[in-house]
């Protein structure tokens, strides 16, 4: 449903790399190894409201109307993409209405990658669907996995679920579209396992959740939305000096309540499978275990693979199991979501490695 022919890169018009074949590699792999994977394409449709509580009201009606908008503008084909995009230099100037789809495509996105078609909006619409149905079976898989660490079960074997969609969500903000992204899957997945009263600790407290961002781009969107509270606890590793450029540096700890909760580890260019592991095992001693969440929340992209066409350490297949592995030993209920991942040759090894990883059966 959301197949754009074309986007900018570096000045050149080149095919989308979001592309549906993402999927097909993804779930070909998943679907040749049925003893380790069961497959569901059920989903349940949560409505409007979890959406609501992470994106603002006419950020929403601006996704799902621009393309018929656009198209009755002149606009071409291909999808909405902005031509001016209000700079803070002229933002400050106060003068921020858009009363067009071409300047509403600037105030409503901020790069050139996020192209709306024609159900570009039904197809974010599923997928943070899909995460939520996903986020709605962690539940029932916790507390079974719970009752059983009660009855003296260790805490070495914690149950896991995965949500293959597209588009991916952890650049959306909560009124900006950009790095293919339209709507923050895995924010408003969280945001609705806080909301669900009858969910609580042992102590009253709200269930506390870790997301773990391991894309290989920082996510300015999820880290946005959750910047001023403590609850989820925000963590990412990504690409030091790459996209998306404005965010993702060590200073950036949250306001606020959230001071603290939220952080950033750039890593270098040449980052190894060794530096990855080590680096991603310092932060669950450091940050994960004593922050004591009762889920995690994986943005799980691949585009950290050393083959990557548009990113990439020097990862190889072989660091995605150990880094599948290195969650497993969080030791939590954990849900992981398709965040980004372009070399479709090696996509589906490469996230099965990290989803067999978890499963100690790599
Ligand atoms: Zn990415």
Known sequence: MHTPQYEFLSGAETHYFESPERREAILNFLRSHPDMFEVTEY?????????????KK???????TAYEEWIAEGGHPNGVLPATIPHH????????????????????????????????????????????????????IG????????????????????????????????????????????????????????????DGGLKKIVILDIDFHHGNGTQEIFYTTSNPLYISLHSDDDYPYFTGSEIERGEGEGLGFNINLPLPKATTDDDYVEALEKLI????????????IVSLGVDTFKDDPIAGFLVTSEGYPRIGNAIRKIGLPTLFVQEGGYCIEMLGINVGGILSGFLGRA
């Not at 952890?170 to 895995?186: I, W």
């Not at 940050?287 to 009762?294: R, S, V």
């Open 43 to 55: 989903f349940e449709d949560f409505g409007y409201q979890p959406i609501k509580r992470v994106h």
């Open 58 to 64: 006419d950020f929403l009606e601006y996704l799902e």
């Open 89 to 140: 230099k002229l933002a400050r100037l106060g003068r921020l209405k858009a009363s067009n789809c071409l300047a509403k495509s600037g105030q409503y996105c901020f790069d050139l990658s996020a192209v709306i078609t024609k159900n570009t909006f039904k197809s974010a619409w599923n997928a943070a669907q899909i995460t939520l149905t996903a986020a709605k079976e962690l539940v029932r």
């Open 143 to 202: 507390e079974e996995y719970e009752m059983n660490v009660t009855d003296g079960s260790s805490r070495e074997n914690p149950p896991g679920l995965y949500a293959l969609v597209r588009p991916p969500g952890h650049h959306a903000q909560s009124d900006l579209c950009g790095g293919y992204c339209f709507l923050n899957n895995v924010a408003i997945a969280t945001q609705w396992l806080i909301d669900q009263p009858e969910l609580k600790r042992k």
């Open 285 to 296: 001693q450091e940050h994960i275990i004593p922050y004591k969440a009762d889920y995690v």
